[in-house]
Nanobody
Framework: QVQLVESGGGLVQAGGSLRLSCAAS????????MGWFRQAPGKEREFVAH????????YYSDSVKGRFTISRDNAKNTVYLQMNSLKPEDTAVYYC????????????WGQGTQVTVSS
């Protein structure tokens, strides 16, 4: 099992920045990918970005590409999401997730952190 705890959400004006953190604990040696997802009110959860835990390869959704940056600190078992040029449509609950070895998808999830972008 992997436990995930997010932090760093809050209220920011459009055009501003926030950095989310996600600390992993437990069987972190088995992690293949760490990712960020978000869910806005009345909408389905959507993929934001992911990063390969060992080699650091990254992938972004088109909606955040060029504005958000995912990174990791393996020594701290922590993944970050730097969000710049925030827009009101980025308002959502952001979830951290982990995909472990032998899992077909992201199977471990954090509790979520609220990000609100005011216009």
């Amino acid at each position: 099992q992997v436990q995930l705890v997010e932090s760093g959400g809050g209220l920011v004006q459009a055009g501003g920045s926030l950095r989310l953190s996600c600390a992993a604990s437990g069987r972190t040696f088995s992690i293949l990918y760490m990712g960020w997802f978000r869910q806005a009110p009345g909408k389905e959860r959507e993929f934001v970005a992911h990063i390969g835990w060992k080699y650091g390869s990254t992938y972004y959704s088109d909606s955040v590409k060029g504005r958000f940056t995912i990174s990791r600190d393996n020594a701290k078992n922590t993944v970050y999401l730097q969000m710049n040029s925030l827009k009101p449509e980025d308002t959502a609950v952001y979830y951290c997730a982990a995909q472990r070895e032998l899992e077909p998808n992201f199977g471990s999830w954090g509790q979520g952190t609220q990000v609100t972008v005011s216009s």
